[in-house]
C-alpha cells in the first residue's frame, strides 16, 4: 500500500522504485496508521535519533481524509521523546503547510544556509534500469 501510493499518487515520488521505499522503510522510523487490520496513513522520520531528523512521505488514503488523522498523526509523532530531543526537524510540502504548521513548524530561520540537490526525474531513469540494484 505504501509504495502504491508513493509511486501512483504522491506528487513528490511518482515512479519510485519498490526496492527504494523498501530502504527508506528500513532505514527511517515509521508510522503506520490504521483502520481495523487496513493501512489508512503513513509517515516516516528519517533521523540520526540525537539531533536531526527529516519528516517525510507522510499521507491518509484519499478516501480517508477529512477526519483530522493527518492532524492526529503529526501530533502524535511529535509527543513522542524520539522527536522531542531533536534540535533540528525539517520536511518540504507543497500544500500542507498549515497541517505542520501547529507543531512548530515555519520557514527557515537562515534560508541563506539551506542547500539542497533536487533531482526531480531520478525514479524515471532507475525505473529504465535494474530496479532491483539502483546505483547511487
Known amino acids: 500500500m505504501v509504495h502504491r501510493y508513493l509511486s501512483e499518487e504522491a506528487y513528490w515520488s511518482p515512479g519510485i522504485p519498490r526496492a527504494l521505499v523498501d530502504t527508506g522503510i528500513d532505514n527511517a522510523l515509521c508510522f503506520g496508521l490504521y483502520h481495523g487490520r487496513q493501512q489508512v496513513g503513513f509517515a516516516r522520520l528519517i533521523t540520526d535519533y540525537a539531533t536531526f531528523g527529516y519528516l517525510a512521505d507522510l499521507f491518509i488514503l484519499r478516501e480517508c481524509r477529512g477526519q483530522g488523522l493527518?492532524?492526529?498523526?503529526?501530533?502524535?509523532?511529535?509527543?513522542?521523546?524520539?522527536t522531542q530531543r531533536l534540535r533540528r526537524?525539517?520536511?518540504?510540502?507543497?500544500?500542507?503547510?498549515?497541517?505542520?504548521?501547529?507543531?512548530?513548524?515555519?520557514?527557515?530561520?537562515?534560508?541563506?544556509?539551506?542547500?539542497?540537490?533536487?533531482?526531480?526525474?531520478l525514479y524515471r531513469s532507475l525505473s529504465r534500469s535494474d530496479e532491483s540494484s539502483p546505483e547511487f
Open 89 to 121: 526537524i525539517m520536511l518540504a510540502t507543497v500544500d500542507a503547510h498549515e497541517l505542520y504548521r501547529h507543531v512548530g513548524f515555519g520557514p527557515s530561520a537562515h534560508p541563506e544556509r539551506l542547500m539542497e540537490i533536487h533531482r526531480p526525474n
Open 70 to 82: 493527518a492532524k492526529w498523526l503529526v501530533d502524535s509523532l511529535f509527543e513522542m521523546e524520539e
